[in-house]
């Protein structure tokens, strides 16, 4: 049996997507619903579309799903920045340390893949 590769990016966008999953649960219990919706969809998306990436039917369509989690990581920024900028939200600059590690990763794999 061969030893099971370990996949850096998955593994990461697993534990950020837990990590936004524990941030947008304190965001809802201080009320703040609507910014814990969007972070909620645009930090778990990148994870999901970086695994629906692993069974791509074409080398065009790995580096689609890539773009896709690239543009949700942009959004997931988005989100993140409002939160650390306001006086009114909790801040987590851990969060945003761990999407900009993500977002070097996803770029540079869409920039490799298109070799």
């Not at 697993?14 to 930090?43: H, M, P, V, W």
């Not at 949700?72 to 650390?84: A, D, M, Q």
Request: aromatic share 8%; charged share 30%; hydrophobic share 40%.
């Amino acid at each position: 049996m061969e030893p099971v590769k370990q996949n850096v990016i998955l593994d990461k966008t697993i534990d950020f997507s837990l990590k936004i999953i524990t941030y947008c649960d304190l965001l809802e219990s201080n009320k703040k619903y609507i910014i814990a919706r969007q972070l909620l969809k645009s930090g778990t998306s990148i994870g999901a579309n970086i695994h629906e990436a692993q069974n791509a039917e074409s080398k065009n369509d790995f580096i689609h799903k890539f773009k896709i989690a690239a543009k949700e990581i942009e959004e997931t920024k988005y989100w993140l920045i409002l939160c650390n900028r306001s006086d009114l939200y909790p801040t987590n600059h851990e969060l945003f340390k761990e999407l900009q590690e993500i977002g070097l990763i996803v770029f540079k794999i869409i920039s490799s893949s298109k070799k």
